[in-house]
Structure formats: structure tokens, C-alpha cells
């Protein structure tokens, strides 16, 4: 379950990752409560989020072609640098009485365009931390399982910082949690060995080079669809359940906080569960199971109101959620060529972060018009019947 460790970068990589994503998702609940709090407007909530999206979009394919052309090492310390940076000026226009929605909005797509580049570069920097490629997929994992046990930790502590100290101090964690992994990275010693012929090349031949290469690539492009689909669906549930828990279940921060750390304790579980595996044997029949189970603990999100039981549908879509997302990057990792890497790994990423903060102002519509339990139900069908028609496509081809 652990091989990834005996690997010099990946001890150093992992643990900074970890502390620096449980001060982003800290942050992200905290954001996602201050915007509905101050506008009481799901479609304002998902407009919102739908202009953050943009630098997604605009940066993160020429992010791949970056992580190709030039080095990852010093790429990783400047991205962490400037995700200190953001955290600092939230904490700063909290603390002063500053902040506001065009700020908000502002630091917001700075974000995203720091996590435009740090998508593809982090996910492109795996081959460089394992020296053996049969522990490529073990890293995967993981990676998957710190980003779940960020999404357990961080909503629960910051559900109950803003609950009794409030929001600027959620941004103050951010910025603290953010300081080791800049010290961890710089300690890192990565061989980047680079293309002759991606060194040559301009950067929009090679944006172009790896927009043929997905398409033209069955398996790479169906896996793309795929998780497009899935993420602008389901992933959405962070921006949802903010609404939900204030509309629904007339409750506070800290519930929410709650709710979502259940959601990571069943995708801790999940991870660690598919870092045990050492092939990519049945990786397609798990994607399909995740999606199926995601889809129907939504549904049910939708019918039923007992937080109870909402826990535990929670903790159930966590188990779908990376039953999805990991397999779906270990499958596609196994068939990238390496001189590829990072520009198919920058579509990856556009994919998850980009269809996740523009599907924001689709939710955010929904939930305006037809409520936002109705929203639950109507997102977890649709996906429902995508899975099923993509789960066929992917059975019928050759990895």
C-alpha cells in the first residue's frame, strides 16, 4: 500500500502536499460560505465561480506544454510560492474589513490560474518521483488519498473555524499550511531529463501536438469525456452543499463542515483500498461501480432529509467519487507516452478543475429553478445514464 515511500521525492513531496491541501480546502469552505453569506444567491454563488473558471480554461493547456518545455522543479516552488501568496491577501482584506465580492472574485482567478499550472505540473511530476514506473500507479494513490484526507480534515476544521472564530482565520491557516510545502519542495532533487524535440518546438506546435495526440488516442480520449462528464456533474456537490445546509437543514458551518469530512473519510478509504493494487487489471469495472454508487447516494441526497442518514450518503459518494477519479488517472498514466505527459495531464486537469468550476453557474441555475434538492436528483440521473454510456465505450477498448 506504502511502496511509494522508499522513493526520496515522493517522502519529501507527499507530506507538504498534505499540509498544503488541508489549508486549501480550510479556504475553500470558507470561501464558499462567505460568498453565499454575503449574496443568499445560489446562481449568484455559481456565477461566482463560473468567472474564477476562466484562467482553467485559458492556461491550463499551455500549463502541459510548460511542464514539458521547462523545469518542473522550479516550476513546483514557484506555484507554492504564489499559493502562499494568494492565502496571504485573503487573510489581509479579512482582517482589515476589505473584503468584498469583486475582490473575492479577483483573488479567485488568481487562484485558478496558479492552479491551472499546478494541476498538470503536479500530475506530470509523478514519473519523476518513482524511480521504478510499476510504482507510478502506488503514487497515483496515494496522491488520491492526501487530497482525501485533506477533504476530511479541512471542512471539518474550518466548518469549525468559522463556526467560533470566523473566516479571516480560516485564510491565516491557509497561509501557515502552505510554508512546509515550500521547504519540502526546495529539498526535492528531480532528474527532468526533457524531448529534444518538444525543446524545439514553439509553445502553441507543442499545445497543438497534444490536443492530435488525445484526440487521435481511443483510450486517452474516452477517459477525458469521461471524467469531463463525471466532474461537471457530480464534483460539483462542494459549492452545493453550503446551500443545502443553510437552506435544507437550517444548520451552520459546522455541519457542513461535517458533512463534507464525511464524504473524505469514505474517499480516504477508497484510495488507500486502490494503493494496494499493483496493476491496472478491473480499473474500468471500478469506474463504473464509483460512478454508479456516486450517482445514486446524489439521488438520494435529493429524497431524503434525516442528517443521519445524510452522513452516510455522504461517506458512500466519497467511496464513488475516487473509485472514479483515481483509476481514471491510473488507466490514463499507463498509456501516455512520456514526452506527452504533461500536455495529456493538462487536458486531465482541465477536465477536473475547469468542467468543475464552470459547471458552478449550470448547478447554480438549477438549484435557482428547481431547488436544491431537485438539483441533487436531476445531476446524479444525468451523470447516472453518461456512466453507463461511456462504462461500454471503455470495456470495448485495448489497455
Given at each position: 500500500?506504502?511502496?511509494?515511500?522508499?522513493?526520496?521525492?515522493?517522502?519529501?513531496?507527499?507530506?507538504?502536499?498534505?499540509?498544503?491541501?488541508?489549508?486549501?480546502?480550510?479556504?475553500?469552505?470558507?470561501?464558499?460560505?462567505?460568498?453565499?453569506?454575503?449574496?443568499?444567491?445560489?446562481?449568484?454563488?455559481?456565477?461566482?465561480?463560473?468567472?474564477?473558471?476562466?484562467?482553467?480554461?485559458?492556461?491550463?493547456?499551455?500549463?502541459?506544454?510548460?511542464?514539458?518545455?521547462?523545469?518542473?522543479?522550479?516550476?513546483?516552488?514557484?506555484?507554492?510560492?504564489?499559493?502562499?501568496?494568494?492565502?496571504?491577501?485573503?487573510?489581509?482584506?479579512?482582517?482589515?474589513?476589505?473584503?468584498?465580492?469583486?475582490?473575492?472574485?479577483?483573488?479567485?482567478?488568481?487562484?485558478?490560474?496558479?492552479?491551472?499550472?499546478?494541476?498538470?505540473?503536479?500530475?506530470?511530476?509523478?514519473?519523476?518521483?518513482?524511480?521504478?514506473?510499476?510504482?507510478?500507479?502506488?503514487?497515483?494513490?496515494?496522491?488520491?488519498?492526501?487530497?482525501?484526507?485533506?477533504?476530511?480534515?479541512?471542512?471539518?476544521?474550518?466548518?469549525?473555524?468559522?463556526?467560533?472564530?470566523?473566516v479571516g482565520v480560516c485564510f491565516l491557516v491557509n497561509f501557515i499550511c502552505l510554508v512546509p510545502s515550500i521547504i519540502?519542495?526546495?529539498?526535492?532533487?528531480?532528474?527532468?531529463?526533457?524531448?529534444?524535440?518538444?525543446?524545439?518546438?514553439?509553445?502553441?506546435?507543442?499545445?497543438?501536438?497534444?490536443?492530435?495526440?488525445?484526440?487521435?488516442?481511443?483510450?486517452?480520449?474516452?477517459?477525458?469525456?469521461?471524467?469531463?462528464?463525471?466532474?461537471?456533474?457530480?464534483?460539483?456537490?462542494?459549492?452545493?452543499?453550503?446551500?443545502?445546509?443553510?437552506?435544507?437543514?437550517?444548520?451552520?458551518?459546522?455541519?457542513?463542515?461535517?458533512?463534507?469530512?464525511?464524504?473524505?473519510?469514505?474517499?480516504?478509504?477508497?484510495?488507500?483500498?486502490?494503493?494496494?493494487?499493483?496493476?491496472?487489471?478491473?480499473?474500468?469495472?471500478?469506474?463504473?461501480?464509483?460512478?454508479?454508487?456516486?450517482?445514486?447516494?446524489?439521488?438520494?441526497?435529493?429524497?431524503?432529509?434525516?442528517?443521519?442518514?445524510?452522513?452516510?450518503?455522504?461517506?458512500?459518494?466519497?467511496?464513488?467519487?475516487?473509485?472514479?477519479?483515481?483509476?481514471?488517472?491510473?488507466?490514463?498514466?499507463?498509456?501516455?507516452?512520456?514526452?506527452?505527459?504533461?500536455?495529456?495531464?493538462?487536458?486531465?486537469?482541465?477536465?477536473?478543475?475547469?468542467?468543475?468550476?464552470?459547471?458552478?453557474?449550470?448547478?447554480?441555475?438549477?438549484?435557482?429553478?428547481?431547488?436544491?434538492?431537485?438539483?441533487?436528483?436531476?445531476?446524479?440521473?444525468?451523470?447516472?445514464?453518461?456512466?453507463?454510456?461511456?462504462?461500454?465505450?471503455?470495456?470495448?477498448?485495448?489497455?
Amino acid at each position: 500500500m506504502f511502496r511509494g515511500f522508499k522513493y526520496r521525492n515522493f517522502r519529501l513531496f507527499f507530506p507538504g502536499l498534505a499540509v498544503s491541501q488541508i489549508g486549501i480546502w480550510i479556504q475553500n469552505i470558507a470561501i464558499s460560505w462567505l460568498v453565499y453569506d454575503i449574496t443568499k444567491s445560489p446562481f449568484i454563488m455559481g456565477l461566482i465561480m463560473f468567472f474564477n473558471a476562466i484562467p482553467l480554461f485559458l492556461i491550463t493547456p499551455f500549463a502541459g506544454v510548460i511542464a514539458d518545455k521547462f523545469d518542473r522543479h522550479k516550476l513546483l516552488m514557484t506555484v507554492q510560492i504564489l499559493f502562499a501568496l494568494q492565502a496571504f491577501l485573503m487573510t489581509v482584506l479579512t482582517y482589515t474589513g476589505l473584503i468584498a465580492i469583486w475582490n473575492i472574485i479577483i483573488l479567485g482567478m488568481f487562484l485558478n490560474c496558479i492552479a491551472a499550472v499546478d494541476g498538470p505540473l503536479r500530475q506530470s511530476t509523478f514519473i519523476c518521483l518513482v524511480d521504478d514506473k510499476k510504482d507510478l500507479g502506488n503514487a497515483i494513490s496515494l496522491n488520491s488519498s492526501c487530497f482525501n484526507l485533506a477533504r476530511l480534515l479541512g471542512p471539518a476544521i474550518g466548518g469549525v473555524i468559522i463556526a467560533y472564530f470566523g473566516v479571516g482565520v480560516c485564510f491565516l491557516v491557509n497561509f501557515i499550511c502552505l510554508v512546509p510545502s515550500i521547504i519540502l519542495v526546495k529539498m526535492m532533487v528531480i532528474k527532468d531529463v526533457k524531448c529534444e524535440k518538444i525543446m524545439h518546438e514553439t509553445i502553441f506546435e507543442g499545445l497543438k501536438e497534444g490536443f492530435l495526440y488525445c484526440f487521435r488516442t481511443p483510450q486517452i480520449f474516452t477517459l477525458l469525456m469521461y471524467l469531463g462528464a463525471f466532474c461537471f456533474l457530480i464534483m460539483i456537490y462542494p459549492m452545493l452543499m453550503p446551500i443545502y445546509t443553510a437552506d435544507v437543514l437550517k444548520e451552520k458551518a459546522d455541519v457542513l463542515g461535517f458533512l463534507l469530512g464525511a464524504t473524505g473519510v469514505g474517499s480516504l478509504l477508497s484510495s488507500l483500498l486502490l494503493a494496494m493494487k499493483t496493476t491496472t487489471s478491473n480499473l474500468r469495472q471500478i469506474i463504473f461501480y464509483g460512478t454508479v454508487l456516486s450517482c445514486l447516494c446524489f439521488i438520494s441526497i435529493g429524497l431524503i432529509k434525516s442528517e443521519f442518514i445524510l452522513m452516510f450518503l455522504m461517506f458512500g459518494a466519497g467511496l464513488g467519487l475516487t473509485a472514479v477519479l483515481t483509476p481514471e488517472n491510473m488507466l490514463l498514466q499507463s498509456v501516455i507516452e512520456n514526452d506527452k505527459r504533461g500536455r495529456v495531464m493538462s487536458m486531465n486537469s482541465m477536465c477536473f478543475l475547469g468542467t468543475t468550476s464552470l459547471s458552478s453557474l449550470f448547478a447554480g441555475s438549477v438549484a435557482h429553478l428547481c431547488g436544491i434538492r431537485n438539483t441533487f436528483i436531476i445531476l446524479g440521473g444525468i451523470m447516472l445514464i453518461i456512466g453507463c454510456i461511456l462504462s461500454f465505450r471503455l470495456s470495448k477498448l485495448k489497455f
